[in-house]
């Protein structure tokens, strides 16, 4: 089976749920996709949006509800999290909005937004119009450019099983390393 029956299959789904664990890198192969004919531009926004949107929901309510939690505590004392607390107090509003689009800050701020007493209902609309334009914004990048990036890609795994081998690489390290960072 090839990478595009198999997007095909599950795209949509793998989307969201990529968008919520990866994001950026799952998103833009997700505009590819669109380029390529095997998912639909809006469907792919949507799911894109969703999955960041309930992951940073998840992240705000463990911050909220685990705020005095002795690892909180200890992450509060790391320097992107205090600089992302530093950022939202001069501009609440822009760095809800904003945040997934700042490196390094992507999956701490929501935790220390939800250290802070934001009103739930102001983050969840701010969290959701992000969403959308974030997701819009990186379905579009992969959308645009998705030929040029097909073709540098092509080049570098010329098949699926290539592709699922790093996939897992991705995830194995991807875990290996929070796993580190826990210990520390």
Known sequence: MT?????????LGALLLGAGIEGETVVVLGGIMVQRGVLPYVGA???A????????????????????HPRVCRWSG?????RALSTFERHPTLFVFAFRFLYGLRTVSPVAIGTTRLPLSRFVVLNGAAALVWAATFVSIGYWFGHGLSALIGRWLPSWQVLAGGGVAILLLGGLAWWWRQRT
Do not use: C, N, V
């Open 3 to 11: 990478i595009e029956a198999l997007i095909a299959r599950y795209g």
């Open 45 to 47: 926004i949507l799911a």
């Open 78 to 82: 790391k320097p992107a999290f205090a």
């Open 49 to 68: 949006a969703i999955g960041s949107f309930i992951a940073d929901q998840l992240f705000f309510a463990a911050g909220r509800r685990f705020r005095d």
